[in-house]
C-alpha cells in the first residue's frame, strides 16, 4: 500500500535525523534488482549519470509534502522517494545490516547508508526544483491538514468549489490545502464521521463539514504518533503501531459500531470498505 501523510513524515523525519549533513561518498543503483524501474522511468536516471550526479553531494535536509519524501542535495537538486504501493527505505550504521534486495543506495563517508527498495509502483528519483514547480504528480506547495493552515473556514471554502463532487476523490486529491490522504486513512475518516465515500459534498452538513475536520486532523495526528500503518516500517525497520479500523481486513466483518457486516465497494476508482448503516 501506498505511503501516506503519517508514513512519510515518519520517515522522512527520521532520514532528516540520521543523514541531513551528510557526504554522499556512492550513490548507486542495483542493476540487477531494477531493471523495471529503470525501464519505466520510476528511476529517472541510468546508472552511470545517477553515481555522477550525486555522489559527493551533501544532504541539505530531507522533507515530506503529501505522501513524497524530499532529499535536499542543494544548488536545487532533489531526490525524491515516492511508493505508490510498496516499498521500504532502511537507514544502516554500516554495511552488515544492508539486504541483498534494493534499488537505489546512498554510501556515506562515515561509513552508514541509505537504501530504497520498491516492491511495487513508486519512484526514486533525481529533479530540480524546477522540475518540481512544473511537474502535474509532485509539489512543494503540497498543503498538509496537520498545518496551521488547515483551517474549517479553508476546508470547508475547498469543499463548497467542489459541491457537486463526491467526497472521496476531493479528499484523495493532492493539492495546496490538503495532501497525503490517500485510500488507507480515508476509509477510518469517513467511517468515524458515518459519511459515505460516494457521498456529494453538495449534501454534507456544515456540522457534518465540522466534524469531517476534526477527524482529519485526529486520526492523521494519531497515526503519525504511532509512526503509521503496522503494514509500513521505519528507517529502523520497526512497524508503526496505527491499526486500521476499516479496510480490506473487515470485509463481511461485523461494524464495531452497530454489528452490520462490512461491505466492499468501488468508489473513485478504487475500492472502499464502507457500513452501510452507519454511513450515509
Not at 162 to 167: L, M
Not at 178 to 207: E, V
Request: proline content about 4%; charged content about 25%.
Amino acid at each position: 500500500m501506498a505511503l501516506e501523510l503519517p508514513e512519510a513524515q515518519t520517515i522522512s523525519s527520521q532520514m532528516d535525523k540520521e543523514i541531513r549533513g551528510k557526504t554522499i561518498k556512492r550513490a548507486w543503483i542495483n542493476e540487477k534488482e531494477s531493471a523495471k524501474q529503470l525501464k519505466s522511468g520510476m528511476i529517472n536516471l541510468a546508472p552511470a549519470e545517477f553515481e555522477k550526479t550525486l555522489s559527493g553531494r551533501k544532504i541539505s535536509s530531507v522533507k515530506s509534502y503529501g505522501k513524497i519524501i524530499y532529499v535536499e542535495l542543494g544548488e536545487g537538486l532533489n531526490f525524491i522517494i515516492a511508493f505508490e504501493t510498496n516499498g521500504k527505505v532502511l537507514y544502516h550504521e554500516d554495511e552488515s545490516s544492508i539486504p541483498e534486495k534494493w534499488n537505489t543506495r546512498f554510501d556515506f563517508a562515515d561509513g552508514s547508508a541509505i537504501t530504497v527498495r520498491m516492491t511495487g509502483w513508486g519512484g526514486a528519483s533525481v529533479f530540480t526544483d524546477t522540475q518540481i514547480r512544473n511537474h502535474k504528480y509532485i509539489s512543494k506547495a503540497y498543503g498538509s491538514p496537520l498545518s496551521k493552515d488547515f483551517t474549517f473556514n479553508a476546508f470547508n471554502q475547498m469543499l463548497e468549489k467542489k459541491a457537486g463532487k463526491q467526497i472521496k476523490p476531493v479528499l484523495i486529491q493532492q493539492g495546496e490545502l490538503i495532501s497525503g490522504i490517500g485510500n488507507a486513512y480515508l476509509q477510518d475518516i469517513l467511517f468515524k464521521t458515518k459519511i459515505h465515500p460516494k457521498r456529494k459534498i453538495r449534501d454534507i452538513s456544515q456540522p457534518e463539514r465540522k466534524t469531517l475536520h476534526v477527524a482529519i486532523k485526529k486520526i492523521l495526528s494519531e497515526a503519525l504518533k504511532l509512526g503509521g500503518r503496522e503494514i509500513h516500517t521505519d528507517i529502523y525497520n520497526n512497524p508503526g503501531r496505527y491499526r486500521l479500523l476499516v479496510g480490506k481486513h473487515m470485509e463481511a466483518e461485523p461494524c464495531p459500531e452497530c454489528g452490520t457486516k462490512i461491505e466492499k465497494i468501488t468508489a473513485a476508482g478504487s475500492a472502499s470498505y464502507v457500513c452501510p448503516k452507519c454511513q450515509k
